[in-house]
């Protein structure tokens, strides 16, 4: 079976600009997470998507919105990019949204804002 | 607020020896407590997780934890260390709090274990 996959692997931005990144979860899989990881710190908590709705919000800002998708893909948008913003995007696929439900991680997408 | 802490940036073992990589917690009620390891420009891999039960906890890799309530500890251990374990290591626990389950996931810092021949 496959993983999470995310698309694309890498990408290089300008301030300024909006940028989509996109995540399929595990197949049978109802809710996908979304998490920024900064350079020498662990995951934050964006978004969590279950059945199409959002469950859940980190402290970010509104220039990050998501969504998911009828097949429960996801998809994080973010605007008026900042350097900031540079980071490993971590998407998570789990069965359900419960606490007892652990979640799967895909590899990333490597966000370079310049 | 539930919150994790890696007392350690950097743990360093000799292979064949076993290793312990340390994670005290701070919750409101249960705890739901998790095991991530991280490669090199790779994702979060599950290693295994507590939710109720036997205080020791198997997972993958040979990787164990050991809960303990009263010292709100959740340490991760091997008894016998790979070279192909250096990685960097997360405990993570389950944030609770809110209105509505999000299933939110809060990170420690990270551990890096070294593990040399």
């Known amino acids: 079976d496959a993983g999470v996959t995310q698309s694309p692997t890498h990408l290089i931005k300008t301030r300024g600009q909006h940028v989509t990144l996109r995540c399929s979860p595990i197949s049978g899989h109802k809710s996908v997470s979304w998490y920024q990881q900064v350079l020498g710190q662990g995951p934050q908590f964006i978004f969590q998507?279950?059945?199409?709705?959002?469950?859940g919000r980190g402290n970010f800002p509104d220039r990050f919105s998501a969504r998911q998708f009828p097949n429960y893909s996801s998809e994080l948008n973010v605007n008026a990019l900042l350097l900031g913003d540079s980071a490993l995007y971590l998407c998570?696929?789990?069965?359900?949204?419960?606490?007892?439900?652990?979640?799967?991680f895909g590899q990333g997408t490597r966000l370079t804002v310049v | 607020a539930q919150s994790v802490a890696q007392p350690e940036d950097q743990v360093n073992v000799a292979e064949g020896n076993p290793l312990t990589v340390k994670c005290t917690y701070s919750?409101?009620?249960?705890?739901?407590l998790f095991w991530y390891v991280q490669y090199p420009n790779r994702g979060l891999q599950f290693l295994l997780k507590?939710?109720?039960?036997?205080?020791l906890v198997k997972g993958s890799y040979g990787f164990e934890a050991e809960f303990n309530k009263s010292q709100t500890s959740f340490h991760l251990k091997k008894p016998s260390a790979l070279v192909s374990d250096s990685a960097l290591y997360f405990c993570?626990?389950?944030?609770?709090?809110?209105?509505?389950?999000?299933?939110?996931?809060?990170f420690g810092q990270g551990t890096t274990l070294q593990v040399k021949p």
């Open positions: 998570a696929s789990s069965l359900f949204a419960g606490e007892n439900t652990e979640a799967f």
């Open positions: 507590y939710i109720t039960g036997d205080n």
């Open positions: 993570a626990v389950r944030d609770l709090g809110g209105s509505s389950n999000t299933g939110k996931l809060i």
């Open positions: 998507y279950y059945e199409k709705e959002e469950r």
């Open positions: 919750v409101s009620g249960n705890p739901y």
